[in-house]
């Protein structure tokens, strides 16, 4: 077959010129005849179709009937479990649907069946006419004579800087949608106050955790003392603040220099919030030793100090020094050395100034 | 002279009531008129055509199911304890618009029902955007004159997807809370202003108390007239230019073949609508969408695993997944001159978007651009018969479809039992080689189908008869095809490549060589329709009874 379907010149000298030559194409035979449908010849097929058709409509009748029904019939008052609400919101599109799709396949059906079904060809008209766009030009031409702007440069010059300073009030009322960044993202409610260290207690109920309820392979999920008890921005702060606390082998760690006393008999804690785009870093992998993210599997490794061994996220996860007080209790020694979450552009910035 | 001639006219006086109510409207606004232009305009009819009407439909629906809801929801990030008659959830802590999301699902009479129609719309009216615009195309309707309308699409599509996620996010709870936080961090990656843009969208750190209300305005008000504006400019100008029609016997560029608005295409048009509407209740009814209740109230602790976004935001967390942070001991995130440039997040949230929008919204142009194309087209492409641009559009959709994965990479390890790592490297490598692949292969199917066009409208199609010839020589028999169901095969015109040409000062431009190379690229591998003269030597020399006898012609004609 491949002598004449490729069109090649090299291999028929008719397929090169074609589709450039009049003579060379098919010419178009028109539209087909029509043909007729039962409904057109049989009376009875057409007297068929009209039963259907109101057949449907009659079923949207229905569908209507099931929808009040289902809406006054079932109470949603006391008592009423989630099984009722199902049953509910079930029936009502059920009868929705029947209501809707019965008048749309009637309509449907009727013009399929019945309705002329003759293919009609009209005329496309120029989108533009060579005339039109003569005499629009020459109406804009007399416009732009009549205002003057061309001859009266200043009258333009000045309406130019006008407008074009008019929207500066529109943007500095939108200047305060927010309050500025300053060093909001550095710091989190884990810094000591008034010399005061603070405790790592349960997420959510806030009760201390004592170093020795935290057994070797478990895991807790930690807020701050007094977070539950703040009245404002406890999300925000929530948001920065939450942490992850797991029992390794102390063997197992192997810390880098300066971060010897950040843990407490194997006892680690980092930041929960992931270092790609913020989600919490929910999963730990007990065997491994392997936090992931489930919502885009950045994986860190702790006994690498939480160091991204798989995944988007580009930086180890922030370390939280940790100790215990006089009674037991885990506390944090300091705040984090650097921001936690995902990264931003002033970042580094922030990180030199905490540590400096 | 008003006078009189009002006079000479005899003023028409209705029968009926209606008649008169008519007529007095028709008096004041001058609807026969408009009756007489647009009551028989003829309308194309195909399948493919149905799917911005989808899109249309479920917009209308959006806005009915949208204003029930506008009616019990409440914005308010303030803290409340839930006191409705969900039990699991009973005096918890939560926002007040998630709580009013609670009530509308399970206090207020049909309002589960309402909540469902809304989601499952906009699902649906993203989808059908996008199905839309796939024809569009694939078929070549973006061609001159309507690219300016393929724009106006395209920022449809942008748009029903702000409108989508700003809506996702309004019941603050868990999911839509993390996607927030997400947008969040992607926000923050932004270099130099990224920090100050993420304040000013959340009233300052997030997740805080100002974005649900925020977002909210956007929801209902901004972004939804946006979006009607758009349709009236998309319809306005599908009303200017007519629709295009697919090739066949009696369609050209010069006319319009199809049925009249009055009475069949309205009729189907419009029982279309309450077919769209009817198939959405029953998803509606069957089929759960985001149940709130499940996932609590939004805390920036808790995740579950397996979370999804809306399969339109899709791609963008499928090319976040897929970007590695660290390659080797290069780290994606690095300081430049004291400042945080967090490249593996900015590339993968920006880039992939950014290359498929942009070549989206050029593509028209550059087309027009390669073929020297001046002409109007109202006859529509068949993919195969423009084997190049089919090409990049499947690459394209794979290319989407690759990152669309990769959103469920976690749900695709678990389904199947493989590893996520696996899974992950087999989607980092099909983001670049996918395309590549994609594209060559439907290059090559869009080129085998012309080549099978050709063999049928030459040679006819098999007919299953198997003839044993006198001297033992087995043969099919081919019917010849009618005149009506040939053109369809040899209707279409296949563009040479065009060469390089001088500019007037004689002088062959860089940008010209540029453009003939990929003139050559677009066309070079090409199927000229069959030739009359072509058909004539097929019948001559093969000689097998395929030219068969009127019997076998009467048959086909149907």
Not at chain 1, 54 to 68: D, M, R
Not at chain 1, 315 to 332: K, M, W
Not at chain 2, 33 to 39: A, N, P, Q, V, Y
């Amino acid at each position: 077959m491949g002598n004449h379907s490729d069109g090649s010149p090299n291999h028929s000298g008719t397929v090169a010129t074609a589709g450039q030559n009049e003579v060379e194409k098919f010419q178009d035979p028109g539209l087909p005849p029509h043909r007729l449908r039962l409904a057109d010849t049989d009376p009875k097929a057409a007297k068929r179709a009209e039963r259907q058709v109101a057949v449907l409509f009659g079923t949207s009748v229905v569908g209507t009937l099931i929808f009040l029904v289902a809406y006054f019939a079932i109470d949603l008052g006391e008592g009423a479990g989630i099984a009722t609400i199902r049953l509910q919101n079930a029936l009502l599109g059920l009868g929705t649907a029947f209501a809707m799709l019965g008048i749309g396949t009637g309509i449907v059906h009727w013009a399929k069946a019945l309705m002329p079904d003759h293919e009609v060809s009209e005329e496309r008209h120029a989108i533009r006419t060579e005339e039109d766009r003569q005499a629009a030009v020459r109406i804009v031409d007399d416009i732009v004579e009549e205002t003057g702007i061309k001859r009266r440069p200043l009258i333009r010059n000045t309406l130019l800087g006008a407008v074009a300073l008019a929207p500066l009030p529109a943007i500095a009322v939108f200047g305060d949608l927010g309050p500025r960044p300053d060093k909001k993202l550095a710091h989190t409610m884990w810094a000591p106050e008034e010399g005061k260290l603070k405790r790592l207690t349960r997420d959510p109920d806030g009760t201390p955790i004592k170093a020795s309820d935290v057994t070797l392979g478990s895991a807790f999920h930690v807020i701050p003392e007094g977070l539950n008890e703040l009245h404002e921005g406890k999300l925000n702060e929530k948001a920065k603040a939450v942490v992850l606390l797991m029992r390794l082998d102390p063997a197992s760690l192997k810390p880098s220099a300066g971060r010897e006393d950040w843990s407490y008999n194997g006892i680690v804690a980092y930041s929960k919030i992931c270092t790609h785009v913020g989600c919490p870093v929910a999963l730990y992998e007990q065997q491994t030793h392997h936090l992931l993210c489930p919502c885009h599997q950045s994986t860190f490794d702790l006994t690498q100090e939480c160091k991204v061994i798989f995944g988007p996220a580009s930086r180890p996860l922030p370390q939280l020094p940790i100790a215990v007080d006089n009674e037991g209790y885990l506390v944090a020694t300091s705040d984090f050395k650097e921001p936690v979450g995902p990264s931003y552009w002033e970042r580094d910035e922030h990180e030199r100034s905490i540590n400096s | 002279m008003s006078a009189a001639s009002t006079a000479e006219a005899p003023a028409f006086v209705a029968k009926t009531k209606t008649g008169r109510i008519t007529d007095f409207v028709d008096a004041r606004v001058g609807g026969s008129g408009i009756l007489r232009e647009f009551g028989r305009k003829v309308f194309p009819d195909h399948w493919s055509f149905m799917f911005g009407e989808v899109a249309l439909y479920s917009f209308v629906i959006l806005l009915l199911s949208g204003t029930f809801l506008t009616f019990f929801f409440d914005p308010s990030m303030a803290e409340t304890h839930y006191a409705g008659s969900y039990v699991p959830l009973k005096n918890v802590e939560m926002s007040v618009a998630y709580s009013s999301s609670l009530n509308i699902s399970f206090d207020i009479r049909g309002g589960l029902f309402m909540r469902q129609v809304h989601h499952w719309a906009a699902l649906l009216f993203v989808a059908s955007i996008a199905v839309h615009m796939l024809r569009v195309f694939f078929t070549g309707a973006f061609r001159k004159p309507r690219e300016m309308n393929w724009v106006v699409g395209s920022v449809l599509l942008i748009l029903a997807m702000a409108a989508g996620f700003t809506g996702y996010s309004l019941p603050d709870d868990l999911l839509s809370g993390n996607g927030l936080r997400i947008i969040d961090g992607v926000i923050k990656s932004i270099p130099v202003v990224g920090t100050y843009i993420s304040f000013f969208l959340f009233g300052g750190e997030f997740p805080g108390t100002a974005v649900i209300g925020r977002l909210y305005m956007l929801h209902i008000l901004l972004v939804p007239a946006l979006i009607l504006l758009m349709i009236v400019l998309h319809l306005f100008m599908v009303v200017v230019h007519k629709h295009t029609q697919y090739p066949g016997p009696g369609r050209n560029d010069g006319n319009v073949v199809g049925y009249p608005l009055g009475p069949v295409y309205a009729a189907k048009a419009g029982g279309f609508f309450f077919i769209v509407f009817g198939v959405i209740a029953l998803m509606a009814a069957f089929f759960t969408i985001n149940p709130i209740w499940n996932y609590g109230p939004y805390d920036p602790s808790p995740v579950s695993a397996g979370t999804q976004p809306d399969w339109y935001i899709g791609f963008v967390d499928g090319a976040l997944r897929l970007m590695p942070g660290v390659i080797g001991d290069f780290h994606f995130e690095y300081v430049v001159f004291g400042y945080t440039l967090t490249l593996n997040v900015l590339l993968p949230a920006l880039v992939p978007a950014g290359i498929l929008f942009t070549v989206m919204f050029m593509y028209p142009w550059i087309e027009a651009w390669v073929t020297k194309d001046t002409r109007e087209h109202h006859v529509l492409d068949r993919p195969r018969n423009a084997p190049t641009r089919t090409a990049i559009g499947v690459a394209g959709f794979v290319w989407y479809c690759v990152m669309w994965a990769a959103a469920g990479s976690d749900l695709i390890a678990t389904h199947f039992h493989v590893s996520l790592n696996d899974v992950t490297y087999w989607l980092r490598a099909l983001f670049f080689i996918g395309p590549v692949i994609a594209f060559v292969v439907a290059k090559r199917v869009a080129l085998a189908l012309q080549r099978k066009d050709r063999e049928i409208a030459l040679h006819g199609r098999e007919t299953g008869r198997i003839v044993r010839l006198p001297h033992g020589e087995f043969i099919e028999v081919h019917a010849p095809l009618d005149e009506y169901k040939r053109y369809k095969l040899v209707g279409f015109e296949s563009p040479a490549p065009l060469p390089a040409v001088p500019n007037e000062h004689g002088i062959v431009t860089r940008k010209e060589k540029r453009r003939a190379f990929l003139s050559k690229w677009f066309f070079e591998d090409r199927v000229a329709p069959a030739t009359p003269a072509e058909l004539e030597a097929a019948h001559g020399h093969h000689g097998h009874p395929a030219v068969g006898s009127a019997e076998e012609n009467k048959s086909l004609s149907h």
